[in-house]
T-cell receptor
Framework: QKEVEQDPGPLSVPEGAIVSLNCTYS??????FMWYRQYSRKGPELLMY????GNKEDGRFTAQVDKSSKYISLFIRDSQPSDSATYLC??????????????FGQGTRLTINP | ETGVTQSPTHLIKTRGQQVTLRCSSQ?????VSWYQQALGQGPQFIFQ???????GRGNFPPRFSGLQFPNYSSELNVNALELDDSALYLC?????????????FGPGTRLLVL
């Protein structure tokens, strides 16, 4: 069993739709949770970073962490064609300013259709 | 752009050969991590370097080795290349001991082993 499971999709939705992306994990030692966006032929870029359980909002993006269920989600409101990319969840035991080893999900390929 | 640069951008090698990939970290960052991303998969942690010493390693064989230089740039060396080594190799830099949200990823080097 992989430490982090993510539905690879692909996921295709119309512009303006609400998108829900999810990951589950098995290692309760994970304390730091991140969502990255990766455009084709580019490196991952950080979208959202959370440390504790609960919700965190940033513009059209909301990250949700439920440590008791070992489940994290990313919601995208009012989706735009420019949101079309691969979305990667990632988590770690240690912070980015420490000996952080990120464990990634498989990535979900998202397409927003105009 | 993150300020992390990698070279070369693309590389083609044959099985059994050796390859060296290079990474320049973001200005001021003292830690470099390397990840391997196979096609359609999330990145997998190879190892991390801090102050020119290996500071953690993932589940990769010894033929994957690295170096970090006094200016914090880094090299990833892979000996005896195998077909499965074909992947995007990402480096990420961070600042050990200073609270930041994430490691910053470069654009990657795409390696094809024939």
């Amino acid at each position: 069993q992989k430490e982090v499971e993510q539905d690879p999709g692909p996921l295709s939705v119309p512009e303006g739709a609400i998108v829900s992306l999810n990951c589950t994990y098995s290692n309760s030692a994970f304390q730091y949770f991140m969502w990255y966006r990766q455009y084709s032929r580019k490196g991952p870029e950080l979208l959202m970073y959370t440390y504790s359980s609960g919700n965190k909002e940033d513009g059209r993006f909301t990250a949700q962490v439920d440590k008791s269920s070992k489940y994290i989600s990313l919601f995208i409101r009012d989706s735009q064609p420019s949101d079309s990319a691969t979305y990667l969840c990632a988590m770690s035991k240690f912070p980015p300013w420490g000996a952080q080893k990120l464990v990634f999900g498989q990535g979900t390929r998202l397409t927003i259709n105009p | 752009e993150t300020g992390v640069t990698q070279s070369p951008t693309h590389l083609i090698k044959t099985r059994g050969q050796q390859v060296t990939l290079r990474c320049s970290s973001q200005s001021g960052h003292n830690t470099v991590s390397w990840y391997q991303q196979a096609l359609g998969q999330g990145p997998q942690f190879i190892f991390q370097y801090y102050r020119e010493e290996e500071n953690g390693r993932g589940n990769f064989p010894p033929r994957f080795s690295g170096l970090q230089f006094p200016n914090y740039s880094s090299e990833l060396n892979v000996n005896a290349l195998e077909l499965d080594d074909s992947a995007l190799y990402l480096c990420a830099s961070s600042l050990y001991g200073v609270e930041v949200e994430t490691q910053y990823f470069g654009p990657g080097t795409r390696l094809l082993v024939l």
